[in-house]
């Protein structure tokens, strides 16, 4: 058996410039992300006979891997030649839909780490981020960005340019242990309950990139302002970037922000939390806030509704944790 463990991630600025209707045409596209310690566990294992056995939220036990319904398991097994006798089961941390943090790219990249394992390959970050972007973006055409493969292959806090010619390229930024605790201590991550699909907000942002240039064009250039204070421990311009970078985000397309979001951020605000946005496409998940310690406890009491989530960044991508008979 083999099983695999990949980090979801929180992205601070830049998303949406990881999106090929951006990028292709006015790229590159630039964000700034971080891995956290919050996985979802994939195993694989022989199975007795020919068929194949998929547990996820339901489970699925076909005779080909035609047969999955799972679309991204069906596509891995394809991409990497196994035809059954395997069985694969998920588990994750966090829900697993619908939160913001890359569940979907990271399950993938978890999928494919254990799937080459269990052929006795290794395969490199690079390799694996590379496969689940052919597999999503290219094979089943689903809309949405590119960092979240990259994120759970690498992890750690990394800064990522996004070319017009499909390359992508990953800076980390390199903090001493006293940065990272101060920039840890100042993250809040509060979830509101609520699960979206990010599907359709992807394909109205996609069509609606020539509308919204400007915005993007100042988010990217965020994601070179954030790199640049996170290397240099700057916590005030930390939090400006990011309530900068909500306030153009916000704008890109329907469904990312809702009064119910709009009301929790100025609470956030008003309680000392000097910037935050939503994780990933908007609309529900996460709501993540960057505030002095001592304020955190006030913009938790003045938020009831929401939930925190304590977390610390994780700096290693998706990595083998077991293998044995």
Not at 9 to 30: C, K, L, Q, W
Not at 167 to 184: A, D, H, T, Y
């Amino acid at each position: 058996m083999i099983m695999s463990r990949t980090p979801l991630r929180i992205t601070f600025v830049g998303g949406g410039t990881d999106i090929p209707s951006y990028y292709r045409e006015h790229g590159p596209g630039a964000v700034v992300s971080a891995s956290i310690n919050k996985y979802i566990y994939v195993a694989v294992n022989k199975k007795f006979d020919s068929k194949i056995r998929v547990s996820y939220s339901v489970t699925e036990i076909v005779d080909t891997v035609d047969e999955i319904k799972h679309p991204t398991v069906r596509e891995a097994l394809k991409l990497l030649d196994i035809d059954g006798g395997v069985e694969i089961v998920s588990i994750s941390d966090i829900p697993s839909r619908g939160t913001g943090l890359g569940s979907s790219s990271t399950f993938l990249v978890g999928l494919l780490n254990a799937l080459h394992a269990y052929k006795g390959e290794h395969a490199s970050s690079l390799q694996l981020a590379e496969e689940a972007v052919k597999i999503e973006r290219e094979i089943l055409g689903e809309p949405g960005g590119k960092q979240d493969q990259y994120m759970a292959a690498y992890g750690g806090i990394q800064f990522m340019e996004f070319h017009q010619d499909e390359r992508v390229s990953l800076k980390p930024v390199i903090m001493n242990e006293e940065m990272r605790g101060k920039l840890q201590s100042n993250l809040l991550l509060m979830y509101t309950g609520r699960e979206r699909s990010s599907t359709e907000i992807h394909k109205v942002q996609a069509n609606s990139v020539a509308n919204k240039l400007e915005s993007y064009h100042l988010m990217k250039g965020m994601a070179f302002e954030m790199f640049d204070a996170m290397c240099t421990g700057d916590g005030d311009e930390i939090g400006n970037l990011l309530h900068k970078n909500w306030e153009q985000k916000r704008q890109l397309a329907d469904g990312i922000t809702d009064k119910n979001i709009d009301s929790w951020y100025e609470k956030a605000l008003s309680n000392g939390a000097t910037g935050g946005k939503m994780i990933g496409a908007g609309g529900g998940g996460f709501l993540l806030l960057f505030a002095n310690p001592d304020k955190q406890e006030n913009i938790i009491r003045a938020l009831p509704e929401l939930k925190q989530e304590t977390f610390n960044i994780e700096y290693g991508g998706s990595r083998i944790i077991f293998v044995g008979d």
